[in-house]
């Protein structure tokens, strides 16, 4: 593989880390060079959410030269050529030149090599098949680099044919042009994907749910998933969109990206959260979030003022109240102070319980419960300022009246 210039050395780059990583693997002969995703946010000037790296020998071999040289490796994925290296506690991912021998369009099963252009051609897009050395040699064997600079994310080579080796390349084709794209989207590309998108319905939920939250996170979500809507790709594993209103509303007002949230916000009120997190294999917690956050009730009081706000926070809890309140429909008026009161505001706890009901000679059943809640509600009307020796007033005011 022929270099293509040279980039600016990010500073994880020639750190002394990578340096002893280096150094333990050309002491055993093994080439390596970064690749993906790290290489690509140099060029971008962005920080590295992963140091993946090539290398140019079976991964047995790979593992025997950096245990030589002291350096913790986990064998995270053998059948694939992939170890996980971690020198001086920075972890790297190194993954042996692959060929694909067999794809079903969701797995492929793959021959190790040492050609550096046989590995980059199997990659799905241009700009995520540059590799770089620890000195900032860049070697760009498809143009990625021009293709980044000009926001065009563009598959290699066929795209029907990337797209038939492994099936979410659909789906990733959108989350990286929401991420890194500018309009208008690849043609060729677009279209591959539009044509297979009937297809995506082999794939299992995990990697679609993990791929969609991704999109979803991504300044140009709401872009990105009119695209897919358009391309048909929504049809099997969201027919529930309602369109990206609602979501660009909740961009404007968050100010930290939450997928699970964004993703409330395409579904309609009182979508069916326990069919959509079945098939989109969303944990129970993230299923219990998201049937909170698409229910019709409870309503988002916002005009009701801090007293309101606390009795929501205090039903909710924080989190899902906060989440209701920036996925409102109409979030006007003071919204920002509801916010800001969340956040600085820890819901007490009801200073009376069933026990206390019990000490009052009451038989334990549906009653205790009953007059607890009634006590409950006489608190939260007074806004919480009654403390334990008043509400246990009037939890006996309301078992003799019973």
């Keep these: 593989m022929i270099a293509a210039g040279k980039i600016e050395t990010p500073a994880w780059a020639a750190d002394a880390p990578t340096q002893r990583l280096f150094a333990a693997l050309g002491a055993r002969g093994i080439a390596a060079r970064f690749v993906g995703g790290c290489v690509r946010n140099a060029l971008l000037g962005k920080a590295a959410d992963d140091l993946d790296l090539a290398v140019d020998k079976p991964p047995g071999t790979v593992m025997h030269a950096l245990e030589a040289a002291g350096i913790k490796v986990v064998p995270t994925g053998l059948k694939h050529g992939t170890v996980t290296a971690i020198a001086d506690s920075r972890v790297f991912e190194l993954t042996t030149l692959r060929r694909d021998v067999e794809t079903d369009g969701r797995r492929a099963v793959v021959a190790f090599t040492d050609d550096w252009l046989e590995d980059a051609s199997r990659r799905d897009f241009t700009f995520n098949a540059l590799y770089a050395d620890p000195d900032g040699t860049l070697y760009d064997p498809f143009d990625g680099r021009a293709d980044l600079a ?50 995506l319905g082999g794939l299992s939920g995990e990697r679609v749910r993990k791929e969609l939250l991704r999109t979803l996170e991504a300044a140009a ?182």
Excluded at 157 to 179: K, M, Q, S, T, Y
Excluded at 237 to 255: C, F, H, K, S, T
Excluded at 267 to 280: N, S
Excluded at 306 to 320: C, Q, S, V
Aim: proline share 8%; net charge positive; with cysteine.
């Design 221 to 402: 979500a709401p872009d990105a998933l009119e695209a897919m809507r358009e391309a048909g790709v929504l049809d099997r594993w969201l027919p529930e969109y309602v369109g990206p209103v609602r979501l660009r509303a909740l961009i404007a007002r968050e100010d930290r990206p939450d997928g699970l949230r964004r993703l409330a916000a395409v579904l309609p009120v009182g979508a069916d959260a326990a069919a959509i997190g079945k098939r989109l294999r969303l944990s129970t917690q993230e299923g219990l979030r998201l049937a909170v956050m698409v229910a019709p009730e409870p309503e988002t009081d916002i005009a009701g003022g801090p007293r309101a706000w606390r009795e929501g926070i205090y039903r909710l809890g924080t989190g899902l109240y906060i989440d209701r309140l920036l996925l409102a429909v109409e979030a006007s008026g003071d919204w920002r102070a509801a916010l800001a009161l969340a956040r600085r505001w820890p819901p007490p706890e009801l200073p009376v319980s069933g026990g206390d009901a019990l000490r009052l000679g009451l038989r334990p059943g549906p009653e205790v419960g009953k007059l607890v809640a009634a006590v409950e509600r006489w608190w939260i009307a007074g806004d919480f300022a009654a403390d334990r020796p008043a509400c246990l007033a009037e939890l006996e005011r309301l078992a003799r009246a019973a």
């Design 150 to 199: 000009a926001g065009r994310v563009r598959f290699i080579g066929d795209p029907e044919a990337r797209i038939a080796e492994d099936r979410l390349r659909v789906l990733r084709f959108f989350r990286f042009h929401a991420w890194y794209g500018r309009p208008p989207l690849d043609g060729p590309s677009y279209q591959a994907c539009a044509r297979n998108a009937a297809s």
